[in-house]
Structure formats: C-alpha cells, structure tokens
C-alpha cells in the first residue's frame, strides 16, 4: 500500500513538470506572434477587465508594477495592445486589446475549455466521496504551495 502512495506522489509531480514545461513554451494562440505564458494571461487580465491601468494590471495579476509595465512593452511592441489616455483621467494610461490580442485571447479560452472538457470525462464515473476526496486533495495541496 505504502508504494503505491509513492508512486501517486511521484506520478502527480511529473504531471506537473510535464505541463509546467509545456505550458511554459511559447505559443501563437492562432496569431502570427508567439506569446509567453505571463503575456497570455496579461491579455486575458486586460479582455476581462478593460480599461486598466499599469497599477490595476499589476494587483489582480499579483505581479510588481515594474514586472508589469515591462510586460505591457512586450505587447504594445508584439501589436497585442495598444496604450491610450484614460476618457475618465486625464494622468493615467490605460490598455485596451487589438483584434490580434482578442484572438489571442479566445484561443487560449478555447484552449482552457479544452483541458476542462478532458478532466471533465476523466471525473464523470467517480462517486460523490471520491470527488469529495479529490476537491480536498487539491485544496490541501495549492494551499501548501501558497504556504512554500
């Protein structure tokens, strides 16, 4: 009993490097210009929340404003985003999506749905006590990673 624990244990963390290391590669998400993983999930900060600002960006996305702001670069420079004068203050720049940033945007959506789709088929014959057991794991597991 105890190896098999083990060898869940060993199983789960190379699960995690496995999709770490492709989810870390760089992506086009059906444009021309390939997108790292901070970058997508920037884009997809600023499509969910338009309007923002360097310092709004950096708060929800939990990130420094300079972490940011070079980000923010990247994009303006990949044509993902463009910067313009707040309509409701005069002082603050804020970020709106360019259609290539939206298409970006929705393929990697879509990409998300996809993984959900496919764990979704995994967990449809599992009883109540096991997803219970399961949603526990996960739970006790991210908040050990916030705690690391």
């Given amino acids: 009993m105890e190896y098999k624990k083990e060898q869940i244990g060993e199983d789960l963390l190379n699960l995690i490097c496995e999709f770490y290391e492709k989810d870390s590669k760089a992506r086009t998400f059906g444009t021309d210009t390939e997108l790292y993983h901070s970058e997508i999930h920037m884009l997809q900060c600023i499509m969910e929340h338009p309007g923002l600002h360097i310092s709004g960006i950096a708060c ?4 420094t404003r300079g972490a940011a702001s070079q980000t923010v670069k990247r994009l303006e420079r990949k044509k993902m985003i463009v910067k ?3 309509p409701t203050n005069c002082k603050k720049i804020v970020m709106h999506l360019t ?6 945007c929705q393929n990697h959506k879509k990409a998300h749905e996809k993984y959900c789709a496919v764990i979704l088929t995994f967990l449809t014959d599992a009883s109540a006590e096991q997803l219970q057991f399961f949603s526990g794991f996960l739970s006790k597991f991210k908040k050990f990673l916030e705690e690391e």
């Avoid at 929800?60 to 990130?63: A, E, F, K, P, Y």
């Avoid at 259609?99 to 970006?104: L, V, Y």
């Fill in 99 to 104: 259609s290539k940033g939206e298409t970006a």
């Fill in 84 to 86: 313009e004068t707040s």
């Fill in 60 to 63: 929800l996305l939990g990130i």
